[in-house]
């Protein structure tokens, strides 16, 4: 059979609701996840208030003016690694992307105990004075989507043979939640570089909402795709960790995303995405998830190197220590001004 040119679109609903067709949702969940590496949800319970919330407040901030963004700099954030960066200020193999973006995750308060322990990436997060809305937006998306990525993982754990709850010791109580708001302003035409660049995500599950703009493209055996820009789904992928932990029977999929082309400056504001990436807990060590799965059947499992030339499966020891050395990657000067001094 040769290879869909197509990214699967998956009605969630009756994994949720825990009926008759349950079953057939796992196998296409299973599917999705051995042939592609990633596939779009629908009927997924977020509502659709919250995201056009999100998406308002996050226009709002994304045109003010750099300087008052920049109150918000992640180098104000120190090591819980949040706040906002200018185009450019992330790097993806080495090269910046042409994107700005907001970091957060889970609101914390001093007294957690990772938090007074100066612990990377945990903490307060970091918002504008304005627009005020961005600030309830944000973590109740946070909340919303990191309890449907939980409810998502239950089914790939039945697809697995896990039983339901085969992932809840990975996660823990609190599993590390990253999500990220990301603009791709206009750039003119002939402008080199990427959106951002090939990669892979380090770890579980990423959900993404994404604005009708488009450019996410992903790696298949049937070459790059489009990841449409479907209204009320999530674009949902794997990430490094699922692929090691499963033995590759699941696999991290190379993803893009494309310049948007146009004039700076002029009526448009670019693209917007909104990827929460749900991982295991900090502490949690990396070991292969039983029974030991076959590996992928995709037919470019063999051909073609990862983008990075690495091996997902090398690496031992906590899911903190193996995501602060992916994260120092991306920020390398700031993790030397902050993360660094505080260990």
Known sequence: ???????????IGPLLRGDAERDRVVGELDRACREHGFFLIQNHGVPTELRARLDRAA??????????KAAIGMARGGSAWRGWFPPGGELTSGAPDQKEGLYF?????????KVAART???GRNLFPARPAALRRAVLEWIEAVTALGRRLLAGLALALGLGARGFDELLGVEPVVLFRVFHYPPVPEGTPGWGVGEHTDYGLLTLLAQDSA???EVHTPAGWLQAPPIPDT???NLGDMLERMTGGRYRSTPHRVTLQHGTPGAEGLGRLSFPLFLDPAWDSELRPLAPQQPRSDRADAP??????RADPAAFTGTYGDYLLAKVARVFPELFQETVSLER
Do not use: K, N, Q
């Open 105 to 113: 995750g889970r609101e914390l308060p001093e007294t957690h105990p």
């Open 120 to 122: 990377p990436m945990h």
């Open 1 to 11: 059979m040769p290879p869909a040119r197509e990214l699967p679109i998956i009605d």
């Open 234 to 236: 999530f674009v949902c």
């Open 59 to 68: 226009r709002e901030f994304f045109a003010l003016p750099s300087a008052e």
């Open 214 to 216: 488009g450019g996410l």
């Open 303 to 308: 051909a073609r190197p990862r983008w990075d």
